[in-house]
């Protein structure tokens, strides 16, 4: 079984400062991992992914995210925040193999920038 | 444009009243699914389907159905709804590659109330 931890419900942040949502996963195989976004009353879009090679991916809007296989850990980071970036972050695990795929989220983490 | 479309967007019921949430996608995506998104406990998945007239239990199926007739459609039935269902219900789609993983796209979501 795998599992996404997202500990910070909540991350307040002034604007211009840095962030860094926190995601740590378990499970027992090789997964892909995944950033997604949602703004207000919108569905969810894709902010960046890791399914190989270079543990540093970068995404849209400036965001960046390292892959951490020790520490099972794929944190999201941006160096300044804008207001527009108030949203909630989910990250996502998925195992995929032979055909079969499977798909786990995490409980989300508000981000509230603060002007 | 390739997107995935959700009808209703905004449905009240009452307990006991069977309803569909209709999904379709025009990318021609093997891989469907749907979704619930509570507060404080983010998305959990309800059912998937890796292709038509293959479909499998997510994390959370109980009082759901679902079916897969044609590729584009995977429509979401709950045959007797009940309050606790009441929540925000997002479909995905997404290729199933078979040495890698592609992102799920989502639909606009749906929020079910039932009375």
């Known amino acids: ?115 | 444009e390739a997107q995935v479309t959700q009808n209703p967007r905004y449905l009240i019921t009452v307990t006991g009243k069977k309803l569909t949430v209709t999904c379709s996608q025009n990318m021609n995506h093997e891989y469907m699914s749907w979704y619930r998104q509570d507060p404080g406990l983010g998305l959990r998945q309800i059912y998937y389907s890796m292709n038509v007239e293959v479909t499998d239990k997510g994390d959370v199926p109980e009082g759901y159905k679902v079916s897969r007739k044609e590729k584009r459609n995977f429509p979401l039935i709950l045959e007797s709804p009940s309050p606790n269902q009441t929540s925000l219900y997002f479909c995905a789609s997404s290729l199933l590659a078979g040495t890698g993983y592609n992102e799920q796209y989502f639909g606009p979501g749906t929020r079910l109330t039932v009375t």
Do not use: M
Not at chain 1, 11 to 33: G, I, M, T
Not at chain 1, 74 to 98: M, N, W
Not at chain 1, 100 to 112: A, C, I, S
């Open chain 1, 1 to 115: 079984a795998q599992s996404v931890t997202q500990l910070d419900s909540q991350v307040p942040v002034f604007e211009e400062a840095p962030v860094e949502l926190r995601c740590n996963y378990s499970s027992s195989v090789s997964v892909y991992l995944f950033w997604y976004v949602q703004y207000p009353n919108q569905g969810l879009q894709l902010l960046l992914k890791y399914l190989s090679g270079s543990t540093l991916v970068k995404g849209i809007n400036g965001f960046e995210a390292e892959f951490n296989k020790s520490q099972t850990s794929f944190h999201l980071r941006k160096p300044s925040v804008h207001i527009s970036d108030t949203a909630e972050y989910f990250c996502a695990v998925v195992q995929a193999s032979g055909g079969y795929q499977k798909v786990t989220f995490g409980t989300g983490t508000k981000l509230q920038v603060i002007p």
